[in-house]
């Protein structure tokens, strides 16, 4: 196996069953770029590509840090929509970038089956979004992108901030960011500059100097969609 990854031994929390999962390791994590939807581009290996934990027992699957803490009805709902139709399989090991869509697509999977809350819906989306800008399939990037938005703006509207780890700014900002490149463009604009005029942004310039740069990128490209 490369490397930079190791393979550990967890409980599955659906079947009570020991499995391997791999990690990378963390001297590998070096952050290469990020893109203006926060996606990040690593050197040497793609960190995201591990990123989400399958049983191969029971089909069970989910972010690593969202790997532990099923409920009881989560475990039954699993057993009866997941578990009764799968075909044993591993993802243990290295990683290419359809393995890795594969494995995300049984996370949302698995989200929907719990009836899990937009916002972790949303953000599982957003990463088959990157999965596939990594595998250079725009049409599935954009479809992706779609879905996160639906997803974020349902959760913005119905949840409560903090989603997990991100706060109400940032979530405005993807939101924005989503818009833009899904091309609306003029909703793109009304929420970029919501975040600009917002007075909780204040306590993160950086968002805001992004914010600033995406709301004048988003008004070029309106004009030259007009032109
Ligand atoms: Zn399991």
């Known amino acids: 196996m490369n490397d930079l990854l190791y393979n550990k031994k967890v409980m599955c929390p659906a079947c009570n069953r020991e499995i391997e999962v791999t990690r990378v390791k963390t001297k590998a994590c070096k952050v290469l770029s990020r893109d203006t939807d926060m996606c990040v581009h690593y050197e040497n290996i793609n960190v995201l590509f591990y990123d989400v934990w399958v049983c191969d027992n029971c089909g069970y699957a989910a972010l690593q840090d969202k790997f532990e803490g099923l409920f009881t009805r989560d475990v039954k709902a699993i057993k009866e929509n997941i578990s009764k139709n799968w075909i044993k399989r591993s993802f243990t090991g290295e990683r290419d970038v359809d393995k890795a869509i594969e494995a995300f697509k049984l996370a949302l999977l698995t989200l929907k089956v ?12 957003l990463r088959i979004a990157w999965l596939y800008r990594f595998k250079k399939h725009s049409a599935n990037e954009i479809k992706y992108l779609n879905f996160a938005l639906e997803a974020y703006k349902d959760a913005y509207q119905n949840e409560r901030f903090p989603l997990d780890k991100l706060d109400e700014i940032t979530c405005m900002y993807i939101i924005a960011e989503l818009f833009r490149r899904v091309g609306k463009f003029d909703e793109a604009i009304t929420w970029f500059s919501r975040i600009v005029a917002s007075p909780e942004a204040r306590s993160k310039p950086s968002l805001i100097d992004m914010a600033r740069d995406q709301y004048q990128l988003a008004k070029d490209q309106l004009a030259e969609q007009n032109t």
């Open 114 to 125: 719990r009836n899990a809350k937009n916002s972790e819906i949303a953000k599982v989306c």
